[in-house]
């Protein structure tokens, strides 16, 4: 099994860590690209050139992270949930990636000339976020308790705006969520993926 990843990319970090709770991080070989410059073997992969790819032994791709986790937990017959517990992952694990939806948009925004930026858009992504955050803390945070793979998105989607957009102040807005978040980044994993690194 192959992963085509980036390592400032939330979305591979994500994979990466559930490779390693799941103990089948040697089973899979880590091929680092850059999706943004001409990356033949990753189009040849995946025809959207994005990151995560996850190539099967039999050479099909998997496209999206959230199905490549999926289909992790699938292939290690990871213990059946309830459907409770199955929706409140999930539920995390979405949140998760509407915050780094939002947070990337608003990066590649940041990167345009000044003259050519959309303020509406940059209100709409960072409303996004608050939204987001404020839903996690007030709501869900203890669901994020246990590490599975909702808190790992939250952790990873959390960090990424620490790293790409430093002065959203949400650990100033979010106490409880950043208590909950300065525990996370403590892990191991979590210092191993670190994308600064």
């Known amino acids: 099994m192959k992963l085509y990843y980036s390592t400032t990319s939330p979305y ?21 690209v850059n999706p943004f410059q001409d990356s033949s073997s990753l189009r040849e992969v995946n025809p959207l050139s994005k ?18 986790a999926e289909y992790l937990q699938r292939l290690v017959n990871k213990p059946t949930l ?5 929706v409140s ?28 930026r959309s303020p509406s858009w940059q209100q709409r992504w960072e ?20 590490w599975h793979i909702g808190s790992i998105a939250i ?12 002065e959203n102040d949400w650990k100033q807005q979010y106490p409880k969520t950043k208590t909950w978040f300065q525990d996370q980044i403590t892990k191991s994993i979590m210092i191993k993926t670190d994308p600064r690194l």
């Open 12 to 32: 591979s970090r994500k994979v990466l860590i559930l490779c390693h709770e799941l103990e089948i991080a040697d089973m899979v070989e880590l091929i680092q």
């Open 51 to 68: 990151v995560p790819t996850f190539v099967l032994d039999n050479g099909e791709p998997l496209y999206d992270s959230s199905v490549i």
């Open 82 to 86: 309830s459907l409770v517990d199955f």
């Open 89 to 116: 992952q999930q539920r995390l694990h979405a949140l998760a990636d509407g915050i780094m939806d939002a947070a990337f948009s608003l990066v590649m925004e940041h990167r345009r000339p000044q003259e050519q």
């Open 127 to 146: 409303g996004a976020i608050s939204r987001s955050i404020t839903e996690f803390e007030q709501k869900y945070i203890d669901h994020a308790q246990q």
């Open 155 to 166: 952790a990873c989607a959390l960090d990424y705006l620490t790293f790409r957009i430093p």
